[in-house]
Nanobody, 121 residues
Framework: QVQLVESGGGLVQAGGSLRLSCAAS????????MGWFRQAPGKEREFVAR????????YYTDSVKVRFTISRDNAKNTVYLQMNSLKPEDTAVYYC??????????????WGKGTLVTVSS
């Protein structure tokens, strides 16, 4: 049974930092891309960041470039999202995903249940 479990969310003041983690179990994902999506209240879920299978190639949505960094540890089957200079508009439930990259977004085969990030002004 495949499981993706996110952790690291919480409440932080604007300008602060958080590090999200997503631990995958049930199979190895070395050949797949891993990434993060988010869904803000009243909005559709949007793509945030992706890292390729080797952990070298990354891609970010424009609103988080420079501020967020995605990485992965294949030995631990884990993907991370380091979020710096957080803004109130980053407030959302953040979801971990694993799947294939289509050039603009991650086509997820597996999803986590999400972790809430709240940024206060």
């Amino acid at each position: 049974q495949v499981q993706l479990v996110e952790s690291g969310g919480g409440l932080v003041q604007a300008g602060g930092s958080l590090r999200l983690s997503c631990a995958a179990s049930g199979r190895t994902f070395r050949s797949l891309s891993m990434g993060w999506f988010r869904q803000a209240p009243g909005k559709e879920r949007e793509f945030v960041a992706r890292v390729n299978s080797g952990g070298v190639s990354t891609y970010y949505t424009d609103s988080v470039k420079v501020r967020f960094t995605i990485s992965r540890d294949n030995a631990k089957n884990t993907v991370y999202l380091q979020m710096n200079s957080l803004k109130p508009e980053d407030t959302a439930v953040y979801y971990c995903a694993v799947g294939s990259w289509d050039g603009r977004s991650l086509r997820a085969d597996y999803w986590g249940k999400g972790t809430l990030v709240t940024v206060s002004s």
